[in-house]
């Protein structure tokens, strides 16, 4: 799977652009089968008991080898050599399921807000596993809004925000089950609750960065996230220089 020069434009522009399918349906199929397995109620939640908890999974892919292998699929890392270039670590994923009732929000922030630091540009995708839109807790972006560079952040409880957001500009990002989206983590984007009583929105959230990237507070080196792409030639197996610690 390649972008096309409209996409990447559209990426580079407003900050996000819909990839449209990449995987197979016996692919999305094992996505599926492992993602429900491990994002669960009973595992790990998030949000609030008044508007309702959501399932939430950090780093699906140290749990569950099929999911490791998604993490260098050949349409992946194309993407990922389009828009961060031909030397490229994994960085995070994680597993976010608005179940039906769930109506904690997830409200106005950039994905580099919840790392500490001067944490660089990375890529996200988000691969929707279900139909998603505003009514089952989609998402909403401001786009180009990555153009103004980190935004600073407060915390609230376990989510980062960026406060008196003006959101008069955003726009639903929707998507197919199937789908994935792919935006920058200086995009301005929160995803509402879903107020639906039969509709998951369950969405597999995994990050890419340039393999020379540097917290620009600590200068440390992200080399305890594994290289997946060496002057354009994937990297079999991955590997990192230092062990990463999930806490």
Known sequence: MTLSPEQVDEFRENGFVNAGRLFTNDELETIGREYDRLVT???????NEKDGVYPYRAMLNFRSPALAKILTHPAMLEIARQLVGPDVRF???????KAPGSGSPIPWH??????????PEFLTTWLALDDSRLENGGLQVLPGSH????????LETVHYYVPDVDARDAVELPARAGDTLVFST??????VGNH???????AWVIQYGP????????DEPYDDRPWVLRDGT???PPYAERRFQLS
């Open 91 to 97: 960085f995070w994923d994680q597993g976010i399921n």
């Open 211 to 218: 393999a020379d990237a540097k917290n620009f507070t600590t």
């Open 186 to 191: 200086l995009l301005l984007h929160q995803t």
């Open 234 to 236: 994937p990297v079999d």
């Open 41 to 47: 109620f009973e595992a790990q939640t998030l949000g």
């Open 110 to 119: 950039q994905d580099n807000g919840y790392h500490s630091g001067g944490c």
């Open 147 to 154: 153009k103004r560079g980190h935004r600073e952040h407060a």
């Open 196 to 202: 639906t009583s039969d509709r998951q929105r369950r």
